[in-house]
């Protein structure tokens, strides 16, 4: 009765690995054909493609006896999937030195290979043979279930558990090994119907397939999600940033200007803003050309953010305008900040004028409360006075609301 539903269950269980393996392969060619796949995909996918060679040899085996090519290519396609998916699991987790590390199970698996060939032609014992087998596929699973997790450098939904499974196959090839030394006269036909490790192993690896096929797809989605939100991230920037200068445009002056201006206020701190702008622009793009003046325009911007802290929000306004928007800031050290920027400028020597100097016109507003709109609006009104003053110089506005606002240079703040 106990042999008779033995055998029931190895000829259900072999059907039901076969076809778990077919949906398995027909499912991820799918998903290969209609999405991006990374570096792994493939190798796993031909991990599952090897079963089927695994099945064959193994017919064969029964039919044709353990020769030597038989002996040789069992080893190779039963060990190859452990192989593969080591490979597979390292690119999706970035395994340092991965393929050294794939070269050596591979010359491990041509080692084993070249021991069971010593053995069929010399002094041929089945049981021998799966010992070595079971070992050789221990170290292999053990390597997946322990090496892999530790050395990932990046660790996706499910791999880890998938890695941890491969420690029950090696527990599995254990009982194996010692299954094979146990059962008197131990055989291929013992191996294909007697063997009741070997009907625990393939039920185990059917669960264990229907686990590879979701964490696979699991991994695969998951890296293509943070593609797609770093596309998001680049595509946000782009739109905030401007093209020529690499400065901030006014979207993105706007959006990370009120937000510094709100942590400011609602700390009790000051803010300020600075509005600078080229003296004499129009007459660069006017003798040297619109090329010439977009170069400055870029010197000039490195310049000044190299003179900024870095909570600074800078920001090319338009034309040749600049914004700075620096939170905690009191008005005279703004006024401080806004000179640094204007000596910097006055002092560069730039190449695209032939080694000729330009300057920049400041304007300065702050305030402890209030919208970026109306400090922009008094940083605006402090140039106008700094252009109308004479040029290369800081103009602080002072004053607002009920007080009338006047314009001081900074050094009288």
């Given at each position: ?30 998903y290969a054909a209609n999405r991006r796949v990374y570096p792994g995909f493939r190798p796993l996918m031909l991990a599952a493609l090897l079963v089927f060679a695994g099945m064959g040899t193994l017919m064969l085996r029964a039919k044709f006896g353990d020769t030597v090519l038989l002996v040789i290519l069992t080893n190779a396609v039963l060990l190859g999937p452990d192989v593969l998916l080591y490979y597979g699991l390292g690119e999706y987790g970035r395994v340092p030195h991965l393929r050294a590390r794939t ?311």
């Amino acid at each position: 009765m106990s042999s008779f539903s033995f055998s029931l269950q190895l000829g259900t269980l072999m059907p039901v690995l076969l076809g778990v393996t077919v949906v398995r392969v027909l499912a991820m060619w799918h998903y290969a054909a209609n999405r991006r796949v990374y570096p792994g995909f493939r190798p796993l996918m031909l991990a599952a493609l090897l079963v089927f060679a695994g099945m064959g040899t193994l017919m064969l085996r029964a039919k044709f006896g353990d020769t030597v090519l038989l002996v040789i290519l069992t080893n190779a396609v039963l060990l190859g999937p452990d192989v593969l998916l080591y490979y597979g699991l390292g690119e999706y987790g970035r395994v340092p030195h991965l393929r050294a590390r794939t070269m050596q199970n591979i010359l491990f698996i041509a080692f084993v290979c070249l021991v069971q060939t010593v053995d069929v032609v010399f002094d041929p014992n089945m049981v021998r043979r799966v010992v070595i087998f079971s070992i050789a596929a221990l170290l292999l699973c053990a390597r997946i279930g322990l090496e892999l997790p530790w050395r990932s450098r990046r660790h996706l939904p499910g791999m880890r558990i998938l890695c941890f499974s491969y420690l029950i196959t090696a527990g599995l090839q254990v009982l194996r090994g010692f299954n094979a030394l146990a059962v008197p006269g131990f055989t291929m036909l013992t191996l294909g119907q007697s063997d009741v490790i070997g009907v625990y192993s393939v039920f185990y690896r059917i669960l264990q397939s229907a686990l590879e096929l979701y964490v696979v797809f699991a991994m695969n989605s998951a890296m293509l999600e943070d593609d797609l939100m770093a596309a998001k991230s680049q595509i946000e920037h782009m739109a905030q940033t401007d093209a020529l200068t690499g400065a901030l445009n006014r979207r993105g002056m706007e959006l990370l200007g009120e937000g510094a201006l709100r942590r400011s206020f609602a700390s009790n701190m000051p803010a300020a803003v600075l509005m600078l702008d080229l003296d004499h622009f129009k007459q660069v793009n006017d003798s040297l050309g619109h090329a010439a003046g977009d170069k400055l325009l870029q010197s000039v911007a490195e310049l000044c953010a190299a003179a900024l802290r870095k909570e600074d929000v800078f920001a090319r306004y338009g034309g040749e305008e600049f914004v700075v928007i620096a939170p905690q800031t009191e008005l005279r050290e703004a006024g401080l900040l806004a000179q640094r920027i204007r000596l910097a400028v006055e002092g560069a020597s730039f190449e695209v004028l032939g080694g000729e100097r330009v300057t920049v016109s400041i304007g300065v507003a702050g305030a402890r409360a209030g919208s970026l709109e109306a400090l922009l609006n008094s940083a605006d009104a402090a140039l106008y006075q700094a252009k109308v003053s004479g040029r290369n110089q800081v103009v602080i506005a002072v004053g607002s609301g009920e007080e009338a606002e006047r314009f001081v240079p900074a050094g009288d703040v």
